[in-house]
């Protein structure tokens, strides 16, 4: 008894634990999950950090900056200096070697530099917020890309899990076909034909089943890819395909009006034609004088003994205030070539923007007649579903009783397979599509 209660108490904590283990996600809880843990998302947000520390590292450029310099120096061999020997008494004409200055020196010194003024710290303060709104753009169209992923991956596993139960239903079916008409056969009531089509269609069905199987672990691993997790960790999805077409299809949405300027591309676009005009901006700035104001404060101290660490050696005192403007005068040319050059980048970045907005509308337009394609396509296979499930059962009484030959029943199994793997493909063509309209029109908008 006591083993048996261990071993229960064992089942029941593996149990507790898989379950921990476990993710259960809807859609929009795969999409939340996605947004906070997918690898490239986690990236973006870091793009976005480095750009803030990126604009202060610009920022800090004009305030003041304090440098300290610590020297000593040991003279191991001073230099010597010939000076004439008249001064200290000699012949005229002759030279005495005289050693200037101390074996052991030591200066301290703290400066302080403040930017007055600079062209091109203005124009870099104007660039480094324009690189910022560039990188949280780019989060913004990461973001999107992420909950499309997400959409389509676990449309994906749905898919894959339809499939596989149809054709599990599907493979009964045949099975239980086939057992009766090889009975039938046995006695004599039935053409062996009838068996080898049946045994056909069953050896298509386990391809397909084992097909699936692997299509579906494939594509729940890339689910899991999409949501930032291990690959092996074992995820549930809690809705199916068909609740999901359905919470798609949403005619009203086609009636949506395009704004460019919400979409990411038309956002990026203009971030670079604002990244271009700057460029020439800051180009036209280097013809400005620049001006910087310095003050230091230094000490200094020598000895021939290297005592200048003590009380009372004595340091010496010196301190410069200061202003200094770098104009420039003459470049030869190379800061109109610069400008110019800018000029010319600055018109092909408005150029490209053009082409962007032209994009957008025409992915617009793609995107609201591939949406609507999907739902008569989705309605279409769902009444040739019908439609073959009923020829399929026509034919499948009328093989029962003679009436159809078994090469009829598989044109009529055929064909419904088919039709269901048609449907459920079209369940995910709309949800997808509905994704890229989405998309297309920033809706929902994900800048966050």
Known sequence: MIKKFCLTLMVLSGLQLQAQNEYRF??????SFALDSNYTA?????????????????????????????TYQNQLKQPVTLIPAEITGGDPG??????????????????????????????????????LDFSENANEKTRLEVRKG????YGSV??????????????????????????????GLAEEEDVEQLEITLLDLEINIQNTERTLAIAKQMFNVALGLDIGVPTVLTQDLDQL?????????????????????????????????????????????????????????????????????PWFQSSVLGVNMSIPILSSGMRSAKTQR??????????????????????HDSAKNNYQFSIDKYNNAK??????????????????????????????????????????????????????????????????
């Open 245 to 313: 077409a359905q919470e798609n299809i949403q005619l009203s949405f086609m009636d949506q009006s395009l704004n460019v300027e919400d979409n990411v591309d038309y956002k990026i676009a203009f971030n670079l034609t604002e990244q271009r005009s700057l460029e020439m901006k800051l180009e036209k700035s280097r013809a400005l004088p620049r001006l910087n104001a310095f003050v230091n404060y230094g000490t200094s101290a020598f000895s021939n003994e290297f005592d200048l660490l003590n009380s009372g050696q």
């Open 150 to 153: 997400v959409i389509n991956a």
């Open 342 to 363: 800018a000029k010319i980048a600055l018109d092909q970045a408005e150029t490209e923007l053009e082409q962007t907005i032209q994009n957008i509308r025409l992915e």
């Open 383 to 448: 009444k040739n579903l019908n439609l073959a499930e009923r020829i399929e059962n026509k034919n499948q009484i009328k093989f029962t009783e003679g009436i159809a030959s078994s090469f009829e029943l598989r044109q009529a199994q055929t064909q419904l397979y088919t039709a269901q793997q048609q449907y459920f493909q079209s369940m995910l063509d709309l949800i997808n599509t509905k994704a890229e309209l989405e998309t297309v029109l920033n809706t929902p908008q994900l800048r966050n």
């Open 158 to 187: 749905l898919l894959s899990e339809e499939l596989l139960a149809i054709f599990n239903k599907n493979k009964e079916a045949v099975e239980k076909n086939l057992f009766e008409t090889r009975k039938i056969y046995e006695n």
């Open 26 to 31: 809807n859609l929009e809880e795969a999409i």
């Open 94 to 131: 002759t030279f005495v070697p005289v050693v200037f200055g101390t074996q052991h020196n030591a200066s301290a010194t703290a400066t302080l530099n403040q930017l007055i003024f600079d062209g091109s710290y203005l124009v870099g303060l104007q660039a480094a917020r324009a690189f």
């Open 42 to 70: 986690i990236n973006a947000r870091r793009d976005i950090a480095k750009a803030i520390k990126q604009k202060w590292e610009t920022t800090a450029t004009g305030l003041p900056q304090i440098d300290a310099e610590i």
